[in-house]
């Protein structure tokens, strides 16, 4: 019997699209603090949207080579459970702030494109909560770029138990999350602009399609 795939959903920036996310029966959502990213939130939104939040859903903050003082402002004020680092944060960097935090990797991006080079870099970050796989592109995030899941199936078989879990991202949808999954089975999905009808902006009949796609494997 397979463990049950656990589901992400980030981009989070408007009020009414957390009632279909919770619905849909996903585990986390993440809200984007990263300036240049189209779904960028402020402290103030991301106050109001913890709020309505309920209990038993995980709130995570996405960072990508912030400063120190901006990460510290918005725990400050944002109750976040997890903190994701996007960008070249080193592991020293990602556990300063107190809080479990997931690293995230741009698969085939240079010293990141082949199997063991990946692994050597996230073993850099043996006490990271997960290590989150996404797609090399100029943008960081949510760009809804897939890549070729050859290098990170390689890199599956060299993992340790005691390594981390491993988030899959990266273009994920409806049209292609099961054949993905049937390549690659992960500790649990990270999707975002697959649910949207453009960046920031969800779709309730594309989150409840892909999550009961995810439920059925």
């Not at 899941?149 to 292609?176: E, F, R, T, V, W």
């Amino acid at each position: 019997m397979h463990q049950c795939i656990r589901l992400k959903l980030c981009g989070l920036s408007r009020k009414e699209d957390i009632k279909p996310m919770v619905s849909s029966g996903a585990d986390a959502l993440g809200m984007v603090f990263y300036p240049p990213s189209k779904r960028a939130i402020t402290a103030i939104k991301a106050q109001e949207l913890c709020r309505n939040i309920p209990a038993l859903v995980t709130t995570v903050g996405l960072f990508v080579n912030p400063r120190p003082a901006a990460v510290t402002e918005i725990l400050a004020q944002v109750p976040l459970d997890l903190l994701q680092f996007h960008g070249d944060e080193s592991a020293d960097f990602c556990r300063q702030f107190k809080r479990p935090y997931i690293k995230a990797f741009r698969v085939g991006a240079p010293g990141l494109d082949t199997p063991k080079s990946l692994l050597q870099n996230c073993r850099q970050f043996p006490d990271a909560a997960g290590w989150l796989f996404d797609s090399y592109t100029p943008e960081f995030g949510g760009s809804g770029v897939a890549f070729n899941l050859k290098i990170l199936k390689q890199m599956h078989s060299l993992l340790l138990p005691s390594d981390a879990p491993i988030i899959l991202a990266g273009g994920l949808n409806a049209k292609n999350l099961k054949e993905k999954i049937k390549q690659f089975r992960p500790y649990a999905v990270d999707v975002s602009s697959g649910i949207e009808l453009s960046p920031g902006i969800k779709c309730q009949t594309k989150i409840n399609t892909f999550a009961r796609i995810l439920n059925a494997l």
